[in-house]
């Protein structure tokens, strides 16, 4: 298509400057009657050109649309992911209520399966993009649409918010791990267990902290009490490689920053600011990191 | 063809004369001011104000650019940004580029078809006051930091009850009231002038293009603007009195605003797109001196542009996920749009091969057109391609492709009119070499600002963020759209500079300084209150055979 293109505008281009050095050159402006009919000669012949290159284009486009289109399998993951200003929460469906999944923000895939994603948004209108693995579609809230993708090598994909969602559109990404099946298997295993219970002092007081603190008004932490859904669930927060949707590193720091203060680093977002006295917050933080 | 015209003014009575340059100009003084009717006057601060709204949003774009030089940059946060982006798209669609073609409409239409004044004189007026207060209720309320944030576009739910930040959603919603109703206005009285003013002896087939162009916008406008004006009714009746036409949760549908917005939104591009293609023609017929090649197929290509601009608005929602097959019957439609806009070009560079081409700035412009507008173009039928669309849609490259299409396409033949249409306006030539200077430093600034977004969009940058991470690696290419810009604007200085110079000392131009064929250069530079004091009349002999 590219290579047409240009081919296109290399000729049109080639065409004008002709026309200009001829144009400038003559002395008389030619108007006659056979040069007016050799003129519709060419334009007709230039406009039939164009006719078939792009019948060409759009019976390729149809054909590439259809292979896109065409990945339906019946082995398929099948993940649903719902839109929220500014996160993306990812359940990962199955037949069985405790074979199931949620996790946010950061999804992992089996490398040469295909996966369907369903999406729809809990607020505004967001659009779900892996920019490597699939096209954009978009989360609309009343609706449910789908997309497919497959991944063919594993790494992990960065992806985007397409569709302008707010304040916080720059700073919604997701992130898609594609990794060998058993690792995947081993992964999803992991997810849906319930969390870590704490093992250390610090640990025991942090989850506490988490119980009678705000923290459980928004998050679910499923094992504990703290079954909240307005933001991301934290069951395993310390397997994810960032904070807030692609914002921060997930470090120990970054987190203690990120309680304290959410606005510093994503501002106008949704998660409140925080005081907690230090031992409190350094304990929240220490249990926080151990819910691999 | 100019011993004619002059034989017209001088077989009239001074007393005569008198007597009509009373009847048609504006009373003096600032209430004469204020209830000025004549399409020259109102046509004039019409394109004046256009200008000003354009560098508004320039000065908007520029601050955006300053922004995006640099990853993580802290200069704007992400509210100012969004309500800056959004007054940026809404200033250029609705208070620029629409208005300022239908302002060149009000000057130009009553001249080229040899009339005294528009066709509902106090309506044009009613128009223009409207369209003004519109523009300053908008930066007033952006002063205030109530400006609308939810871009041009405006989608629920963000824009709507819920989510929509105070009143920023409603001043957008309103804003789109006042430009509409101005913008249906001057579609009416444009379509009565060329239909019932013209002068005697100019049938259809001797309309000039420009006219005809100008109709073709202007039954667009009539048939897209209600579609907008419904859309954004409905969204303040959603905000303010609590109905359910977008909200989901109560039964109501985003998608359906998608559907009414872009009904008008597409359309919206080529009524931005027709009338400059009208200038085009005009500058190609008069520079090359011949009568423009292929007439009749210019006129119907835009016909059928107008009628095949309303089936496309689909292809602004591919990523809605409609179903394949209607989205693939839209794909057909916009690559099939591209066949007038290819019969245009080729009419064209047929009539520069067969003329006598002079390079003055007018025809300097066109040319930056051809370039520009023919990528812009090639990339649009890339971007109809269902699955190239999804890759690509809503990133950097869409913002390129529309640059190319919109800045090539209309600005660029906006700015070559200016030139050619200055002493006609003004009584003054514009400086030809500062001209030169402009074209160069837009055209290059231009392509330095909107290249790299193609490849920076082909790279994953998606639109309407206002900060990247440094480790996307998309920082140099931001940095030399940037430094692109800056020459734009500084090619924008020299015009302006060009204006105010030459229209206190410019060279002072007869009345066809181009050795034109339309009407209006058949009367003074420039015209008086009356335009002709004697009818004007159309006749064949007047097309130029030599």
């Known amino acids: ?292 | 063809m100019s011993a004619g015209p002059a034989s017209i003014r001088e077989s009239i009575s001074a007393g005569d004369r008198a007597r009509l340059d009373r009847v048609w100009s504006d009373a003096p003084g600032f209430y004469g001011w204020l209830t000025a009717v004549n399409h020259k006057s109102i046509g004039k601060r019409y394109i004046i104000t256009a200008f000003v709204f354009f560098l508004l949003g320039g000065l908007l774009a520029a601050t955006m650019r300053l922004q995006l030089a640099r990853p993580a940059n802290p200069l704007i946060g992400p509210d100012r940004y969004n309500e800056i982006f959004t007054m940026h798209g809404t200033t250029m669609m609705f208070l620029f580029a629409v208005p300022v073609f239908e302002a060149l409409g009000v000057y130009l239409v009553p001249l080229m078809v040899g009339t005294r004044n528009i066709a509902f004189p106090r309506l044009n007026a009613f128009s223009y006051w409207l369209y003004l207060f519109g523009g300053i209720f908008l930066y007033v309320m952006f002063a205030r930091n109530m400006g609308p944030d939810v871009g041009w576009f405006a989608y629920p739910p963000l824009s709507g009850p819920q989510y929509g930040l105070a009143k920023r959603p409603d001043v957008w919603a309103q804003l789109i009231t006042f430009t509409e109703v101005a913008a249906l206005a001057i579609s009416v009285e444009i379509i009565v002038t060329a239909f019932k003013l013209r002068a005697p002896g100019m049938s259809l087939n001797r309309i000039p293009v420009f006219v005809w162009a100008q109709v073709v916008t202007a039954f667009m406008v009539i048939f897209a603007m209600p579609a907008i004006m419904l859309a954004s009714t409905s969204l303040i009746l959603d905000r303010l009195v609590g109905t359910h036409f977008f909200t989901p949760q109560d039964g109501g549908d985003p998608l359906l605003w998608q559907h009414l917005f872009w009904f008008f939104g597409h359309p919206e591009v080529y009524i931005i797109f027709i009338p400059a293609t009208g200038i085009v023609s005009t500058i190609v017929s008069t520079f090359s001196r011949r009568p423009i090649v292929g007439y009749l197929a210019i006129v119907l290509s835009l016909v059928s542009i107008a009628f095949m601009g309303f089936g496309l608005w689909v292809h602004h929602m591919f990523a809605t996920g409609l179903p394949d097959l209607g989205a693939s019957f839209f794909t057909a439609a916009s690559i099939m749009i591209a066949i007038p806009s290819g019969v245009q070009i080729f009419c064209w560079i047929a009539t520069m091969w067969s003329g006598r081409v002079s390079m003055r700035a007018p025809m300097l412009w066109v040319i930056g057109f051809f370039v520009v507008f023919v990528i812009g173009g090639l990339t649009g039928v890339m971007l109809a391609a269902v699955p190239l669309n999804l890759q690509v849609h809503d990133t950097f490259f869409v913002v390129a492709h529309f640059h190319y299409v919109l800045i090539g396409g209309a600005v660029f033949p906006l700015f070559g009119g200016m030139y050619y249409w200055f002493p006609k306006i003004t009584g003054r030539l514009m400086h030809e070499r500062l001209g030169v200077a402009h074209f160069w430093l837009f055209f290059i600034g231009f392509n330095l600002t909107f290249f790299p977004m193609h490849l920076l969009g082909l790279r994953g940058m998606p639109r309407r963020v206002y900060t990247y991470p440094p480790e996307m690696g998309w920082g140099a290419l931001n940095l030399l759209a940037t430094a692109g810009a800056f020459l734009m604007a500084a090619g924008v200085i020299v015009f302006l500079w060009n204006v105010a110079w030459s229209w206190r000392r410019g060279e002072v131009a007869s009345d066809n300084p181009w050795d034109a064929s339309t009407l209006e250069w058949a009367t003074s530079s420039p015209p008086g209150p009356c335009n002709f004091p004697r009818r004007a009349c159309s006749s064949p002999t007047k097309m130029r055979r030599s």
């Open chain 1, 1 to 292: 298509m590219l290579i047409v293109c240009t081919v296109v505008f290399v000729l049109v281009m080639g065409a004008l400057t002709v026309a200009l050095v001829r144009g400038r050159r003559s002395r008389l402006p030619a108007t006659d009657a056979a040069a007016d009919s050799r003129l519709h000669t060419a334009v007709g012949i230039a406009v039939t050109a164009t006719i078939v290159v792009l019948f060409g284009l759009l019976i390729a486009s149809f054909i590439t649309q259809r292979a896109v289109e065409s990945l339906h399998a019946s082995s398929a993951v099948t993940i649903d992911i719902i839109g929220h200003q500014w996160w993306w929460e990812a359940h990962y469906e199955d037949a069985q209520p405790d074979r199931r999944a949620t996790t946010a923000n950061e999804i992992h895939i089996p490398v040469g399966r295909p996966i369907v994603l369903k999406l729809t948004s809990r607020d505004v209108i967001h659009s779900f993009w892996v920019p490597s693995l699939d096209g954009k579609r978009d989360l609309i809230p009343g609706y449910t649409t789908a997309i497919w993708m497959q991944a063919d090598r594993p790494g992990v994909y960065r992806g985007q918010c397409a569709e302008f969602c707010g304040r916080r559109h720059a700073n919604m990404a997701p992130f898609v791990t594609a990794e060998h099946e058993d690792q995947f298997d081993r992964w999803l295993a992991s997810q849906r267990a319930a969390s870590r219970a704490p093992s250390t002092e610090a640990e025991r007081h942090g989850q506490q902290v988490f119980l009678t603190s705000s923290c459980a008004l928004c998050h679910t932490i499923r094992g504990t009490s703290a079954s909240a859904t307005v933001g991301p669930d934290l069951t395993h927060i310390a397997s994810r490689g960032s904070l807030a949707a692609g914002t921060l590193a997930n470090t120990r720091e970054h987190m203690a920053r990120w309680i304290e203060d959410p606005h510093v680093n994503k501002p106008l977002n949704q998660m409140p600011p925080n005081s907690l006295a230090g031992g409190d917050l350094n304990a929240l933080v220490a249990y926080l990191e151990s819910l691999r």
